[in-house]
C-alpha cells in the first residue's frame, strides 16, 4: 500500500522522516505493534520511505496469510486515519525522534554509509549537514506538523494497493480505503 511523498530535498522531509518512523519504522511502530503483535495478523509489517528527486513514496508493506489480507488492509487504512484524526502523544513524538537520531548515528558509523551520504548531501543540496544540524531539524518537527502531514499524505484517492499472491476472491474497493 503506497501514497505519494514529498522529494528528497523538500523542506518537510525531516516530518516526513518521523511519520514514517512512528508508522512502521520498527518494532515499536504502530503498524508493527498493533498488526503484529496485538491483532496477530502479519509476520511482517513495516512503512518505508522513498525520496526522489521530484517526488517520494511512502509504502507500507505487509507478509500476512490469504485469510488475514483483508483485516490487515482495514488495519492498516485504520492507523492512517488515526494519524490524521489524532494528535501524537509527545511520548510517541519523542520515542520516534530519538529512534531516528540514533538510525542517523548509527549510519554514521559506516564508512560505506557515511561517503553514501556525502555523495547524496552534495548531490541534491550542494551542502554537507552536520549531525547537530540534523539534530536541530529532527527536534523542530512538532505533533501538529505529523498531523498536517497524515492529512496531506493518506487522501483516499492516493493510496494505491498491490497484492501479490494466490488470493483468489479477495476483493478491494476505494471505499475500503477511506481513511
Do not use: W
Not at 67 to 75: F, L
Not at 84 to 110: N, P, Y
Amino acid at each position: 500500500m503506497g501514497v505519494p511523498s514529498y522529494p528528497i530535498a523538500h523542506e518537510k522531509r525531516y516530518a516526513s522522516y518521523i511519520l514514517n518512523s512512528l508508522l512502521g519504522g520498527g518494532m515499536s511502530s504502530r503498524l508493527f505493534q498493533n498488526i503484529r503483535e496485538r491483532q496477530g495478523l502479519a509476520y511482517a509489517i513495516y512503512s518505508d520511505l522513498s525520496p526522489y528527486r521530484d517526488t517520494g513514496c511512502l509504502c507500507v508493506y505487509a507478509g500476512t496469510s490469504r485469510e488475514s489480507a483483508g483485516k490487515v488492509v482495514q488495519s492498516v487504512v485504520r492507523e492512517l486515519f488515526r494519524l490524521k484524526s489524532e494528535t501524537v502523544s509527545a511520548e510517541e513524538l519523542r520515542r520516534s525522534k530519538d529512534q531516528l537520531k540514533g538510525s542517523l548515528m548509527l549510519s554514521l558509523e559506516s564508512s560505506t554509509s557515511r561517503m553514501s551520504n556525502l555523495a547524496r548531501q552534495e548531490m541534491y543540496f550542494d551542502h554537507f549537514f552536520t549531525l547537530d544540524e540534523l539534530i536541530e531539524r529532527i527536534e523542530a518537527v512538532s505533533a501538529d506538523d505529523l498531523r498536517a502531514m497524515a492529512e496531506e499524505f493518506f487522501k483516499t484517492e492516493s493510496i494505491a494497493v498491490t497484492v501479490l499472491g494466490n488470493l483468489n476472491g479477495l476483493k478491494l474497493t476505494r471505499k475500503q480505503l477511506t481513511c
